[in-house]
Each structure stands twice: as structure tokens, then as C-alpha cells.
């Protein structure tokens, strides 16, 4: 049992220093990090002291205290997913926003270089 509680430990602990440094490079943004941060030391204090679910289930009243654990990682990956989609859906919507602008400006562009060149023609002549 103190192997698999020192392997979890580990593996969120290390999971926090790649996340740290995924940020640190710049792989990673830094709101985005912080919540896999958070996870990762969720998943370290759980590995740390496992009976803590065996607690958290008791006091919920679950009588199977894994089944709790499967539940939250669940609604964590639920609500992560859920905001990369909002995320995702605001970015879509100022590009497409932007691609408009674009499209105005370059339109305005071109209708100013065919109301100069007839000036430019007659001044050449």
C-alpha cells in the first residue's frame, strides 16, 4: 500500500512540474496551467493520503469511495471541456469579427486606389 501511495504522490507531483513547465515555455497558458495545477495537486493529496476519499465518500454517503473518485474526475473533465468550448466559441466569434473588419477595410482600400488612379493617369499625361 505505501508503494502505490508514494507512486501517486509522485506522479501528481510530476505532473505539477510539467505543468510548470509547459507554462514556463510558454506551451501552456497560464490560466489554463493553474487549473491543471490544481489537479495535479488534487491528484498528489489524494496519493498522499488515500483514506482522505474513503472520508469524503463516508461523509457523503457513498458506499463505494472509488466510485466518488471516478464521479469527480467525471465532473472536473466535464467542466474543463465545457470551458475550452466557451473559449473556443469566443475566439471563433472575434475571428470571424476580425475577418469582417478585414474584409471592410480592404473593400475601403480599393474603392480609394480606383478613386486616385484616374487623377494619377491625368497628372501623367
Not at 27 to 43: C, S
Not at 46 to 51: E, Y
Request: hydrophobic share 55%.
Amino acid at each position: 500500500m505505501a508503494s502505490l501511495q508514494l507512486t501517486t504522490t509522485l506522479m501528481g507531483i510530476g505532473l505539477a512540474a510539467l505543468i510548470l513547465h509547459l507554462i514556463r515555455r510558454d506551451h501552456l497558458y497560464v490560466m489554463h496551467g493553474l487549473f491543471w495545477v490544481l489537479v495535479a495537486g488534487a491528484a498528489a493529496l489524494l496519493g498522499a493520503w488515500p483514506g482522505l476519499i474513503d472520508k469524503l465518500a463516508a461523509l457523503l454517503g457513498i458506499s463505494y469511495p472509488p466510485a466518488l473518485l471516478l464521479l469527480l474526475a467525471c465532473m472536473v473533465l466535464l467542466v474543463k471541456s465545457l470551458h475550452s468550448d466557451m473559449v473556443n466559441t469566443r475566439i471563433e466569434r472575434d475571428v470571424r469579427r476580425l475577418n469582417q473588419r478585414l474584409a471592410l477595410l480592404q473593400a475601403d482600400l480599393d474603392a480609394q486606389r480606383q478613386a486616385n488612379a484616374p487623377a494619377l493617369e491625368s497628372s501623367s499625361d
